[in-house]
């Protein structure tokens, strides 16, 4: 598109949206300021550079296997400096503990440090970006069905340690980048088949987590993550939305609620502002369910729009820390990134350009006819040609030119590796 086209564009649409009372200027201030953390997995499905012919366990799975995946950590980096050159905005990335700089060397989950993710802060400074982490259970000899609630006390105090250390990694991390690092925990420990011990199990949970988080760490944020189930773990999952929920809750720490979490048709945007009344801070997982926890690309739908309406409508941007969780395998990585990235983005914008005083009103004064009407006609007002001319200001692809773009990418970085 062209620039002065974009422009124009734009005008039309600050104006349309000044009869309703939104300014589009201070919206996309406001877009500026969210910054999404990008998922590191999506860049070779979840494989890590402990052993590249791993295989992915703990209920969780990638599916396909397009060409081009990233092998090592030079194209990991790689790809996300791409993505950065095609998503507007400045945006966080999150590592997993498997992610580590190990130089070829065995270095097994009780024994990651610091010092192997120093080249990954250093790469971050150098590309302006800050970090997350979160601690990996699965894909791993001892991860099996259950880690931190199995019951031999050896494997629990394993990934007891493991924790411990991922915690200590993601606070050198906050320390250094001038940015405290979301810790994620979320562990698959659960059952294919009926148990007769939940009871117990959560009680082992509850136990290694008391230990994991005895210290407090004053560059982490932390927040424990919970899933209704796992593929081959379907009958029982130890840390369960209550389980957790009244956790973070005793604990003041933060839960992660992932949209692929809960039951088939529960969505979380409704319990956005349960848990802010009660809880400090948020993190979320934006993925796709489809059928299942699938994982798929992010794309701008329902789920996602009102999710970021309740967090818009809360005033509650600087309170939820926004974090992408999807693998798809069986797409360009790259695409499956920016599309994802700018679905996340174009839901936020339509929450900051809803004209929110006006529906209030309504609202307040029981015009339900007058409120339904204007949010729909909000879905049709013309925010995307506000956010054409965000990508423009900031100076990535404007609408579906990233398609050629990532064409080329894959063409002359991808396909030769
Ligand atoms: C799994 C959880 C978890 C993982 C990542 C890789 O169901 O959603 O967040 O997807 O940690
Ligand atoms: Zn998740």
């Given at each position: 598109m062209k620039h002065e086209q974009i422009i124009r564009a734009y005008e039309v649409a600050r104006g349309r949206y000044a009869e309703l009372g939104v300014n589009t200027d201070e919206a996309l201030q406001s877009l500026a300021k969210i910054s999404l953390s990008l998922h590191c997995w999506q860049t070779d499905d979840v494989i890590g550079f402990e052993n590249p012919d791993g295989e992915l366990t703990g209920g969780i799975q990638a599916t396909g296997n397009y060409p081009g995946k990233a092998k090592n950590i030079d194209q990991v980096r790689q790809d996300i400096e791409k993505v950065k050159t095609l998503v507007p905005g400045n945006h966080r990335l999150s590592l997993h503990a498997i992610y580590g700089d190990f130089k070829g060397g065995p270095v097994d989950r009780n024994e990651i440090e610091p010092a192997h993710f120093q080249s990954w802060i250093d790469w971050a400074k150098d590309n302006n970006m800050k970090l997350d982490f979160n601690s990996t259970s699965f894909?791993?000899?001892?991860?099996?069905?259950?880690?931190?609630?199995?019951?031999?006390k050896g494997i629990r105090d394993f990934w007891i340690e493991h924790t411990i250390r991922s915690r200590r990694i993601a606070d050198e991390m906050g320390r250094q980048l001038g940015s405290k690092a979301c810790h994620n925990l979320w562990v698959h420990d659960g059952s294919k088949d009926l148990t007769v011990d939940r009871y117990y199990y959560r009680s082992l949970l509850k136990d290694s987590l008391d230990k994991i988080f005895a210290v407090r760490l004053d560059n982490v944020k932390d927040s424990v993550e919970c899933k209704l189930f796992g593929t081959g773990l379907e009958s029982f999952t130890a840390g369960s939305h209550e389980f957790y929920m009244g956790y973070a809750l005793k604990n003041g720490i933060m839960a992660t609620l992932d949209m692929g979490h809960f039951h088939p048709t529960e969505e979380i945007y409704d319990k956005i502002s349960s848990f802010l009344l009660f809880m400090k801070e948020i993190m979320l997982h934006v993925s796709r369910p489809v059928r299942?926890?699938?994982?798929?690309v992010v794309i701008l739908n329902d789920s996602v729009t009102m999710l970021a309406q309740e967090i818009v409508w809360a005033n509650a941007l600087d309170r939820v820390n926004i974090g992408l969780d999807y693998f798809d395998a069986s797409i360009n990585r790259i695409g499956a990134y920016v599309i994802g990235c700018r679905a996340a983005q174009k839901a936020f914008l339509q929450a900051l350009l809803s004209p929110i005083v006006k529906l209030r009103e309504y609202e307040a004064s029981g015009r339900y006819f007058q409120r339904l009407a204007l949010l729909e006609e909000s879905k049709s007002l013309p925010w995307n040609d506000v956010y054409n001319y965000f990508c423009m200001t900031c100076d990535v692809p404007v609408a579906e030119e990233y398609i050629s773009d990532i064409e080329h990418y894959e063409k002359d970085v991808l396909l030769k590796r």
């Open positions: 894909s791993h000899p001892k991860s099996g069905d259950m880690t931190l609630a199995h019951r031999d299942w926890d699938s994982d798929h």
